[in-house]
């Protein structure tokens, strides 16, 4: 049973001192070429052999898992169905190792023998977008049901390649997905370019209404320049346009982040006095809203007699607390400086929230 000894990573206590040192790697890929011939007439030995690469693969040993199930594929009595079962996990072994192209040759094998299935249609979308290929990607997905990833994936493409936004494929987004934050963010982008300011306010509207009270801030955040620091410093939308974003917000449920982003748009074009009303206003929705207490403050700040000690403590603190990073995952709780779509940690999409609590622990 040396291939079981070399398996758990065990030796004889000779080999401690022989001259030749033990070689771990080695041993247990001689470990698997002698389970699979041990095994090569057992029944249920294909399953054992499976079992074992998916537990390589989820260990990062991706080289030993793609030996495993090249060894059983070279086995005369397997099954149509047992070939495509192992060609399916060599797949998904390359695509982990990053060898894409061998990872497509293995999928296409597996849908040859096999047929098609569910998971291996996901599989072959999570491949596309690995690879770049969004088109295929949004494609693959849609042909799955899944719309979300569909126009989501339809958007990369859009705004991918030539480097010009096509606007045909943002509007098929939205056809087939009309709560894509990223397929209106993207419109709005591109009219903000254009300084296309009535288009901006026309596809906002529609796009608030589109993706709901709790995206909407998605939408309303480019038209903010915010500091690395998340300060936002400087409205990107021109002054005469401002009353009529303002008019656009209030035609739509109130909620925190639109009514914080009005106040300010508001600052940011020295409208304070009006400024202040739309922070307190999300303040009255929730008082622990630390983002409008922090304008707020920023804007009595002009008002206060303070010795130099004390203004000098006070923006200290200022400084910390606008260098918290503004977008928190609602599912997961991870931090993020920066609007995200599908939460890199726990994989959920369009969990972002606007992050309301400074106590709020983690990274
Ligand atoms: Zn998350």
Known sequence: MQWLRSLLGLHDHADLFS??????????????????????????AVDICSALGNLYRMRG???????????????????????????????????????LDRAQEALRQCRDIGGENPALDLELALL??????????????????????????????????????????????????????EAWLEGIMFQINQEAWDNVLVLLDQGLGAVGPNLGFVLLDPLLDFEDSGVPVKAIIPASYLDGLLAV???????????????????????????????????????????????LLTMSLPEQHMTPVFELQLEFLL????????????????????????????????SITIRQLLSDEGS
Not at 22 to 35: E, F, G, H, K, T
Not at 65 to 89: G, K, N, P, T, Y
Not at 321 to 342: M, S, T
């Open 19 to 44: 001259p030749v040192p033990p070689n771990p790697a080695q041993d247990a890929l001689a470990a698997i070429d002698d389970l699979s011939r041990a095994m090569r007439n057992h029944q249920g």
């Open 61 to 99: 040993e991706l080289d030993r898992a793609i030996q495993m199930r090249s060894s059983l594929l070279h086995r005369v009595d397997l099954s149509r169905e047992d070939q495509a079962r192992v060609w399916f996990e060599l797949g998904r072994d390359y695509s982990r190792a990053g060898i």
């Open 128 to 181: 596309h977008a690995k690879g770049g290929d969004f088109l295929s990607a949004s494609r693959q997905y849609k042909k799955m049901g899944h719309n979300l990833q569909a126009a989501h994936y339809l958007v990369r493409a859009a705004t991918t390649g030539s480097g010009v936004t096509d606007l045909g494929l943002l509007a098929e987004a939205r056809e087939i997905h009309p709560a894509s934050p």
């Open 249 to 295: 917000i209030d035609k739509h449920p109130p909620d925190l982040a639109p009514l914080h982003y009005a106040g300010c748009l508001l600052r940011a074009h020295d409208r304070v006095e009006e400024a202040k009303t739309w922070q307190e206003k999300t303040l009255l929705m929730s008082p622990a809203f630390w983002p409008a207490r922090l304008e």
């Open 319 to 350: 400084r910390r607390a606008r260098e918290a990073k503004r977008f928190v995952c609602g599912r997961c709780g991870l931090k993020r400086g920066q609007i995200f779509f599908c939460c890199p940690k726990c994989m959920s999409w369009h």
